[in-house]
């Protein structure tokens, strides 16, 4: 048994996001036109599932993340990102107030 996350995404009457997780099992698995065994991190897979159609049309399973019923990580909302930028990495390293 497999677990789709987040799944079904919607807000409820108060504009809170409720997050409905989709349950299948795996039928099969592909890589090209070579049928799998079993899949290994890395490369792409298409894996078959008892999933309806309905729910995979229109890139509506864009993002989602597949993975053991229980074993997928939290769904976030909203994060704060710090940054910096690394001039020396970039190629602008100043000096003088030139370009090098």
């Not at 987040?6 to 997050?19: E, N, R």
């Amino acid at each position: 048994e497999i677990e789709v996350w987040p799944g079904i995404v919607t807000k409820d009457a108060q504009g809170k996001i409720q997050c409905i997780p989709i349950f299948s099992r795996v039928v099969s698995l592909f890589a090209e036109h070579n049928a799998l065994q079993y899949a290994v991190p890395g490369g792409l897979i298409g894996v078959g599932t008892t999933v309806d159609p309905t729910l995979t049309r229109a890139d509506r399973l864009v993002g989602q993340v597949l993975g053991e019923v229980g074993k997928l990580p939290d769904v976030f909302i909203e994060i704060e990102i710090n940054f910096f930028l690394l001039r020396r990495l970039l190629g602008v390293r100043t000096q003088g107030g030139e370009k090098q």
